[in-house]
């Protein structure tokens, strides 16, 4: 909807208005540029469902149908839109639709070819979604899944150059980063959310790219609206009473040397599991969508669609076999109050935390260079004032002694004066080809190692277990009798919405050997 005019004084003083349709998002019923529409200013009775109503959402005019109507507010859908608008209140809402003109003849809602319209598009909204969603997802699907060639060693070396640059502060060669593929640099800084710093470093160098100009200020951006996000979170929990503690970037940030050089997706917060209703409470008030709730180890807030928290009952997800989960089996001894209900780790436990959480990635999908950067940032930082002795007994206890050894010495040898040696190389090259969420590859390759076969694994993808039904799919469990018949809803699932891991399961699985008796 265009915004030359203001549609609210207009309905004010008019009380109704027509205009001509502009966007997609109401098709097939409204054309672009091509259909006229007619709303009369809201009176101060509640909208229903099927309503077509002109409202404003995130500065903008929007005419979509309500979906659904909440109890204080409304969700909102165009009729060829795949994504609503949630939180639609009353006083967003400037207009409802009473008629409109497609190729030449006017309707008008109370017409019952219009009304059995209606009734057909709220029937069958969640098949057109799905249906348009998996379209969608096999465009993209076909477009991009090309095999891509092998990052060259010497993008990868330009990349480490610049990053080291940033983060010591100094000033890098600018004939070298003249003769870089900054396309090509910029692509593998993605994969492991360093073009930040690659771009600060590139602006201490007098040049210009706009692709790294862009990455730098939306991570500053991001940076500032986490902070300020996790302050309204933290004011609301001290009020509540809830202890809570921020976990990794959105500490490991402040040590950077500046503000967003450590790029972040979210910010993770630890709190006390027994307020996580009423956590998801103060979430939702502060405008957050619950995105996942009670089903992993983490809930998953999302606000604007770009801000994420997840809130962490415990640190890690206690279903996994691995020595961290009795170690951290009851954090809260470990942690040391910061002031009112926030807490923190020692400077040693962090560190010992950190690097658990990386060797949790790392024996799985894999982890990018980002972790290795952390712990330089950090050692550089406290190295000298670390209690090594402690660190070195619990590590041994969680029996990651070489990994902390091999993180270690890969750190200092890429962004500081240290040497490489053959071990750290080989963790290198793994890095290098994960990326910062790890592979595909990488994740189905340890998951047919821990089950022991090609043919358990298949199995066990194939036939979850009754927990994971209940936790992940609740329509199955709440409908017994459909059960035999998840196997084949998650095959056609994984072939619409996630080809990309069949893909790589496939691959995984000729490539593996089979280790079946």
Request: proline letters at 2%.
């Amino acid at each position: 909807m265009s915004e030359r005019i203001s549609f609210e004084d207009y309905l004010e003083q008019n009380g109704s208005l027509t205009y001509a349709n502009t966007g997609t998002s109401m098709e097939p019923m409204l054309r672009q540029n091509r259909d006229l529409f007619t709303v009369v200013r809201k009176d101060e009775k509640r909208c229903k469902a099927g309503d077509v109503v002109l409202f404003r959402h995130r500065g903008n005019y929007v005419l979509h149908r309500i979906i659904r109507v909440n109890e204080k507010d409304y969700t909102c859908l165009g009729d060829n839109a795949v994504n609503p608008e949630t939180g639609v209140k009353d006083s967003d809402i400037l207009g409802v639709l009473v008629s409109f003109v497609h190729d030449g003849k006017e309707y008008h809602v109370s017409d019952p070819a219009y009304r059995r319209y209606t009734a057909w598009i709220m029937r069958t909204t969640g098949v057109r979604v799905f249906a348009r969603k998996a379209v969608m997802k096999l465009r993209r699907w076909y477009r991009g899944n090309e095999r891509k060639p092998a990052v060259s060693e010497r993008t990868v070396q330009d990349m480490i150059y610049l990053v080291r640059c940033a983060v010591n502060r100094t000033k890098p060669d600018r004939q070298r980063c003249a003769g870089m593929d900054l396309q090509q640099v910029y692509r593998t800084a993605e994969r492991h959310m360093l073009t930040a710093a690659c771009g600060m470093a590139l602006a201490d160098a007098g040049i210009r790219d706009d692709a790294f100009v862009q990455a730098e200020a939306k991570a500053v951006r991001r940076s500032i609206l986490l902070d300020r996000e996790l302050a309204m979170i933290s004011a609301r929990f001290e009020q509540s009473g809830i202890w809570y503690m921020p976990l990794k970037g959105a500490v490991m940030k402040t040590y950077y040397p500046r503000i967003g050089m450590r790029q972040m997706s979210d910010y993770d917060i630890l709190f006390d599991q027994s307020f996580s209703q009423e956590v998801r409470g103060i979430m939702e008030d502060l405008g957050y969508i619950t995105e996942s709730y009670g089903k992993e180890h983490h809930d998953l807030y999302v606000k604007d669609k770009v801000l994420v928290m997840e809130m962490h009952r415990s640190l890690f997800d206690y279903s996994e076999d691995i020595p961290v989960l009795t170690y951290y089996k009851d954090t809260e001894k470990r942690l040391v109050r910061e002031d009112g209900y926030r807490y923190r780790f020692t400077p040693e436990d962090f560190y010992i935390y950190m690097l658990a959480h990386e060797y949790r990635h790392y024996a799985g999908a894999g982890t990018g260079l980002r972790s290795n950067l952390d712990i330089y940032v950090y050692l550089k930082k406290f190295a000298e004032t670390l209690d090594w002795a402690y660190i070195g007994h619990e590590l041994a206890v969680l029996k990651l002694s070489d990994f902390e050894r091999d993180s270690r010495e890969l750190a200092f040898a890429l962004f500081g004066e240290g040497e490489m040696s053959v071990r750290a190389e080989a963790v290198l090259q793994r890095h290098v080809a994960s990326g910062t969420y790890g592979s595909e590859t990488n994740r189905v390759s340890e998951g047919i190692r821990k089950t022991g076969s090609k043919g358990e694994y298949i199995r066990r993808r194939l036939f979850v277990s009754e927990a994971e039904i209940e936790a992940s799919y609740p329509f199955f469990w709440k409908h017994a009798y459909l059960r035999p018949f998840l196997p084949a809803y998650r095959i056609m699932r994984g072939i619409l919405f996630r080809r990309k891991r069949v893909t790589a399961e496939l691959r995984a699985l000729r490539k593996h050997k089979n280790t079946d008796v």
